[in-house]
């Protein structure tokens, strides 16, 4: 069956500096991809998507590309905000779209 | 912008009684989903809907039911709560166009503890 694999955290980053959290998955057929993000007391949040391969998607910042040589859809940001602090979900959907299927997550903590 | 309601954000219940989560939506979907979140698990689907009255097992249905008996409205039940049951429950439709392919919009949770 499909699965998402992304890097474990936390993740404890100064201001300013650069981020990766790794994503990897397997899916039958063309599956979607997709970052989500969950700030502290509230309900996932979609970040970015990307419907096909070589597809950039990027929104607040943060950018993934899917790979399908790779199987990989890593988020990235520049530089990163205190604000940026949050869970980060990578999730793909596939196979008649029927659900989304969905990473365990990755904490980021940004200091000041 | 689209709108996915959970009526109540943290619920605290005892062991055995019966518990009702609702899930209203505004845009007319005919696609509803239930997951339950938990820390190092991530989300995993409960039940899902394609149609009023219509309901689809998912990956952990054990100990929970569902009734959509208005397009607009997806309850999940908790026939028995029981203490595993503690969690975070999240309700989404598709976020876009009413297809997956574009991923989730979800509700802002309901953080369920049963003692």
């Known amino acids: 069956g499909d699965s998402v694999t992304q890097m474990e955290g936390p993740v404890t980053l100064s201001e300013e500096a650069f981020l990766t959290i790794n994503c990897t998955y397997t899916?039958?057929?063309?599956?979607?991809l997709f970052w989500y993000v969950q700030y502290p007391g509230e309900g996932l949040q979609l970040l970015l998507k990307?419907?096909?391969?070589?597809d950039k998607g990027s929104n607040k910042g943060f950018e993934a590309t899917y790979r399908k040589e790779t199987t990989s859809f890593h988020l990235e940001k520049g530089s990163v905000q205190v604000s940026d602090s949050a869970v980060y979900f990578c999730?793909?959907?596939?196979?008649?779209?029927?659900?989304?299927?969905f990473g365990t997550g990755t904490k980021l903590q940004v200091i000041p | 912008d689209v709108k996915v309601t959970q009526s109540s954000r943290y619920l605290v219940k005892r062991t055995g009684e019966k518990v009702f989560l609702e899930c209203v939506q505004d845009?007319?979907?005919?696609?509803m989903f239930w997951y339950r979140q938990d820390p190092g698990l991530g989300l995993r689907l409960i039940y899902f809907?394609?149609?009023?009255?219509?309901?689809e097992k998912g990956d952990i249905p054990e100990g929970y039911s569902v009734s959509r008996e208005k397009k607009e409205r997806f309850s999940l039940i908790l026939e028995s709560a029981s203490t595993n049951q503690t969690s975070m429950y999240l309700c989404?439709?598709?976020?876009?166009?009413?297809?997956?392919?574009?991923?989730?919009?979800f509700g802002s949770g309901t953080r369920l503890t049963v003692v």
């Open positions: 989404a439709i598709p976020a876009d166009r009413g297809a997956l392919k574009y991923g989730y919009t």
């Open positions: 899916a039958t057929g063309y599956p979607s």
């Open positions: 809907s394609y149609d009023v009255k219509m309901k």
């Open positions: 999730a793909l959907t596939s196979g008649g779209y029927q659900k989304v299927t």
């Open positions: 845009m007319d979907h005919e696609n």
């Open positions: 990307a419907t096909k391969a070589d």
